[in-house]
């Protein structure tokens, strides 16, 4: 774990600027600068960056952050990948908490196979750019394939000599560690000597999330060779091959921008798209879809499309994995290239334009394509369709995020109608294997959890109340007073008491509701409480990333103090001019009434439906709350509208 000192020197010498312009084209205007936002395609820019707040806001897509949420978004590092990022980049020294010998020695391996990784790299790229066969063999290769040297040297591809031992005897004369050798799958011991393992064959680097080389594929050039056509690195502590997508570090900006995955099989196929300008691609490596790589799929996009061969066996390949797609919340289509091709001599066929056009018309969705080449297979076999009606109620099971209840009833509606079956009977069906994954998992969680899992099918009569504008006020003065607090907490009254300890005092019978707040609210106690003196900028580097996020957001201009909250709670007086006291006194006011109303409301509700002996208290109630509401609005010198 990287030390908090290390993390504060870290977050003093960052500059928002610095950091963001690494990447955008920025403009200073006032006091802020604007650009084109990275994270979604516009004209016009809309994306301004803060250096007095240290945070940047999209007003086109919505992105907020500061510089490690800009990192972690837009290079899709982790939270201390950013920090290391940083680290490096302001020449900080970074201490690390005291860590078990095991842990040092992992990481120690884990440097040392980075380092024979890159030696390999660089060493790849000068047999192919350098030496006499790789112009005459594996250059004359990639040229008839179509691939240009930009797009070479952009994925960093090389070529392994035919010679036993050439990489082999270049590592040793450069005092690598010969027992690692073995983990990296670059070299292996035969007869007593070191002897290349990829000789005369194109070698593939695989660049990691940081861009660090963490394996490679090497495919074979000679056509006479009965050795299989791809060699890939053997898995070792830095290279687990079902967490890995060829094509990711190059893709995920594209894919950010595009809101849109493509999923080759093939490296070749990733290489020849990109070069063709289509970027938000990577490949699979040919194996099925693992849970890890739909994960890091959607850690960029909710969309996924599939482009496989149009045979037998690309179908067969597209369709695995369909069940953990869907359980992932990802919504998948399939794109199958006809003419026995494969993406990568596709494009070339029919051009880039050509290409992006039969993708886009061409796709189908995932679940009824499966569907329709399975009822081909079924025919009028009756016990056959009971399995596939099974099957596809326990496939359409695994959608049970209540944010896709609608996808589910749709498929639901679209899956019954292709299997000429009673919606509702699938629907019982779909439920029934819900409830039966429940059974299961039940000992493993409470009931709650349970019932989160399973959005049941509401009968057609059924209505939700809609109270979205209620919690909506409620969460804009909550998170109004949370900025107050945030921003001025520090501050000192005449009493010597700080602004964050009366203002908590104050709302003691007036609890938050918004889970987000509550957190955010416990956090900034616990660091008052340890002596931080937490404020807007320091608890944008909050070791939890949602604290960092929800402090950006609240200092995003739509929860400052507005002017026209006087209208939305019917307020006829304007605030006059401010002092911070001022903001915070009238922010806690705002915060009160609205907290009051909402009583009121429900003390009317109930009033209405409460028996005779309870009714006069209500009343009571009531009064005591007018009479509070009173208070408060003459406390800020203002009238109610009737």
């Avoid at 490296?267 to 070069?275: E, M, P, W």
């Amino acid at each position: 774990m990287i030390t908090p000192q290390t993390i504060q020197q870290i977050t003093q010498r960052i500059d928002i600027i610095d950091i963001v312009g690494e990447f955008v084209k920025l403009k200073k205007r006032g006091t802020n600068y604007i650009g084109n936002c990275p994270f979604h395609n516009e004209k016009s820019p809309s994306f301004t960056v803060s250096p007095a707040k240290e945070i940047y806001k999209c007003f086109g897509c919505g992105k907020s952050g500061n510089s490690i949420t800009f990192l972690m978004e837009h290079e899709k590092f982790s939270y201390v990948e950013s920090l290391r990022w940083l680290a490096a980049r302001y020449n900080i020294e970074i201490e690390e908490t005291e860590t078990s010998p095991a842990q040092k020695m992992a990481q120690q391996v884990a440097d040392s196979l980075y380092a024979i990784n890159h030696f390999a790299m660089d060493f790849f790229a000068q047999q192919y750019w350098e030496t006499e066969a790789g112009e005459t063999i594996a250059q004359s290769y990639l040229q008839h394939r179509g691939f240009l040297k930009p797009i070479v040297e952009k994925f960093k591809i090389g070529y392994n000599p035919s010679d036993k031992d050439s990489l082999a005897k270049a590592l040793l004369q450069n005092q690598f560690n010969p027992e690692l050798f073995a983990r990296t799958g670059l070299v292996v011991e035969r007869n007593g000597e070191w002897q290349d393992n990829y000789r005369d064959r194109i070698i593939f680097p695989i660049h990691g999330n940081t861009g660090k080389i963490i394996g490679f594929g090497a495919r074979q050039i000679a056509k006479n060779d009965k050795s299989p056509k791809y060699i890939n690195t053997p898995e070792n502590e830095i290279y687990v091959k079902s967490r890995i997508l060829y094509g990711s570090y190059f893709a995920r900006t594209a894919i950010d921008k595009q809101n849109e995955c493509l999923l080759v099989e093939g490296y070749t196929d990733v290489v020849s798209l990109h070069q063709a300008g289509i970027e938000n691609v990577v490949a699979s490596g040919g194996t099925s879809l693992t849970i890890d790589q739909l994960r890091l799929i959607k850690k960029y996009t909710p969309n996924l499309t599939i482009i496989y061969d149009g045979d037998a066996a690309g179908v067969k390949a597209a369709l695995r994995g369909l069940d953990m797609a869907l359980e992932e919340g990802l919504n998948v289509q399939l794109v199958l290239i006809p003419d026995k091709e494969d993406p990568d001599s596709y494009v070339n066929k029919v051009g880039p334009d050509a290409f992006r056009s039969f993708v886009q018309s061409d796709k189908k969705d995932f679940v009824l394509f499966q569907l329709e080449v399975q009822l081909k297979e079924v025919g009028n076999d009756l016990n056959k369709k009971n399995s596939l009606v099974n099957q596809i109620a326990e496939t359409l099971s695994k959608i049970n995020k209540p944010e896709d209840f609608t996808k589910l009833q749709e498929y639901v509606k679209k899956c019954s109608s292709l299997l000429r079956i009673d919606e509702t009977g699938l629907t019982q069906l779909v439920n029934k294997f819900k409830r039966d994954k429940i059974v299961k998992e039940e000992k493993k969680m409470s009931f709650d959890e349970a019932a989160i899992l399973m959005p049941s099918f509401p009968n057609a009569e059924n209505e939700i109340e809609n109270n979205d504008l209620l919690v909506d006020r409620d969460l804009v003065h909550e998170k109004n007073l949370m900025r107050v607090v945030i921003e001025h907490g520090n501050e000192l009254l005449e009493n010597g008491k700080k602004v964050y300890a009366w203002v908590f005092e104050e709302i003691d019978s007036f609890p938050f509701e918004n889970v987000e707040m509550i957190h955010l609210l416990e956090a900034y106690k616990k660091w008052q409480e340890e002596g931080k003196n937490p404020n807007g900028k320091t608890l944008q580097y909050h070791e939890d990333p949602r604290i960092q996020q929800w402090v950006v957001e609240l200092f995003a201009p739509e929860h400052e103090l507005s002017q026209r909250w006087n209208e939305k709670l019917g307020i006829t007086k304007k605030v006059e001019e401010k002092n911070f006291l001022t903001e915070v006194e009238i922010s806690l006011m705002y915060f009160k009434l609205r907290k009051v109303k909402k009583m009121m409301e429900q003390n009317q509700r109930d009033l209405e439906t409460a028996p005779e002996s309870e009714q006069l208290h209500l009343l009571h109630i009531h009064k005591h709350l007018k009479q509070v509401e009173r208070e408060l609005t003459q406390s800020i010198g203002t009238v109610i509208l009737k």
